[in-house]
């Protein structure tokens, strides 16, 4: 199993931004998908933003589309998550996984399940506040 670090997560007001980071240490960064999930309280956990580099593919639900940017650091092993415009419904435990499909089958089915995805790492907590 893959060893994921999130981090990065903090309290932001509305309209603010934070950048999140997922370190893979150990892992061979030269054929990855990596993805960032966010959970709720009381919610489904949502599979939010992916990229591969085999085929240098994104995926961003509709929900953070065009506010957050997924983005790599193959040096550092490191996938990050920018994320602006920040609104009170992005408040979730955020989450990153590895070892699924590449991030085109998720763009061509509009969705991201977490059942795909075998390793995962322990969340960051994003707080938007109003």
């Known amino acids: 199993e893959v060893q994921l670090q999130a981090s990065g997560g903090g309290l932001v007001q509305a309209g603010g931004s934070l950048r999140l980071s997922c370190v893979t240490p150990?892992?061979?960064?030269?054929?990855?998908?990596i993805a960032w999930f966010r959970q709720a309280p009381g919610m489904e956990r949502e599979g939010i933003s992916c990229?591969?580099?085999?085929?240098?593919?994104?995926y961003y639900a509709d929900s953070v589309k065009g506010r957050f940017t997924i983005s790599s650091d193959n040096a550092k092993n490191t996938v990050f998550l920018q994320m602006n415009s920040l609104k009170p419904e992005d408040t979730a435990v955020y989450s990153c996984?590895?070892?699924?499909?590449?991030?085109?089958?998720?763009?061509?089915?509009?969705?991201?399940?977490?059942?795909?995805?075998?390793?995962w790492g322990q969340g960051t907590l994003v707080t938007v506040s109003s």
């Open positions: 990229i591969s580099s085999a085929d240098k593919s994104t």
């Open positions: 150990g892992f061979a960064f030269d054929d990855y998908t």
């Open positions: 996984a590895t070892e699924g499909p590449g991030c085109s089958l998720y763009r061509a089915l509009g969705t991201m399940s977490r059942a795909l995805f075998a390793s």
